[in-house]
T-cell receptor
Framework: DTGVSQDPRHKITKRGQNVTFRCDPI?????LYWYRQTLGQGPEFLTY????????KSRLLSDRFSAERPKGSFSTLEIQRTEQGDSAMYLC???????????FGEGSWLTVV | AQTVTQSQPEMSVQEAETVTLSCTYD???????LFWYKQPPSRQMILVIR??????QNATENRFSVNFQKAAKSFSLKISDSQLGDAAMYFC???????????????FGKGTRLHILP
């Protein structure tokens, strides 16, 4: 069990470009979550999957954001036409449906310049 | 909707002393989980301690313990014998235990930054 891994750890992009983040959850974890965290704030929920089904999306997830988990294993979070306000850390987490603890990855830092 | 409130943005404690971080929450549910997560400067969120709402006994993990007051909707974290490595942001968090649970997300407070003074 290697924990939740995220890639890339850091991304600097120009405004208007698209970026994609990848998350590999702990194996056998059915649920996968995406959160966004800005400096000095707590994580804000974006979306979560149960296996390959996206069950909930926050209103924070604008049309420029899309998340997938095609085979119920890894997930991707894509941000299109990035804006400076998208600069944040994007956290991925996973858990078992029957489990009561969510485990987090190290996060992917996005800086939009 | 559930909310989690941490009223102390920052706290400081002398090394080897004890410190208590406060957290209150609001929910209409009777069954849920509460967590304290630690986020050191390296930024990975690490679980510190977990409490099931149906358990009356307060959870303890080594130097970390909680004071869970269900009626008051209070969930404080006590760190004993503070160490320099305890310096971090601490987040209080709530998760529903409802089954089946489609509204399944952890709700976080804004965090408390803990400084350890040598």
């Amino acid at each position: 069990d290697t924990g939740v891994s995220q890639d890339p750890r850091h991304k600097i992009t120009k405004r208007g470009q698209n970026v994609t983040f990848r998350c590999d959850p702990i194996s056998e974890h059915n649920r996968l979550y995406w959160y966004r965290q800005t400096l000095g704030q707590g994580p804000e929920f974006l979306t979560y999957f149960q296996n390959e089904a996206q069950l909930e999306k926050s209103r924070l997830l604008s049309d420029r954001f899309s998340a997938e988990r095609p085979k119920g294993s890894f997930s991707t979070l894509e941000i299109q036409r990035t804006e400076q306000g998208d600069s944040a850390m994007y956290l991925c987490a996973s858990s078992l449906i029957s489990g009561n603890t969510i485990y987090f990855g190290e996060g992917s830092w996005l800086t939009v310049v | 909707a559930q909310t989690v409130t941490q009223s102390q943005p920052e706290m400081s404690v002398q090394e080897a002393e004890t410190v208590t971080l406060s957290c209150t929450y609001d929910t209409s549910e009777s069954d849920y989980y509460l967590f304290w997560y630690k986020q050191p400067p390296s930024r990975q969120m690490i679980l510190v301690i977990r409490q099931e709402a149906y358990k009356q006994q307060n959870a303890t993990e080594n130097r970390f313990s909680v004071n869970f007051q269900k009626a008051a909707k209070s969930f404080s974290l006590k760190i004993s014998d503070s160490q320099l490595g305890d310096a971090a942001m601490y987040f209080c968090a709530y998760r529903s235990a409802k089954i089946p649970n489609r509204d399944d997300k952890i709700i976080f407070g804004k965090g408390t930054r803990l400084h350890i003074l040598p």
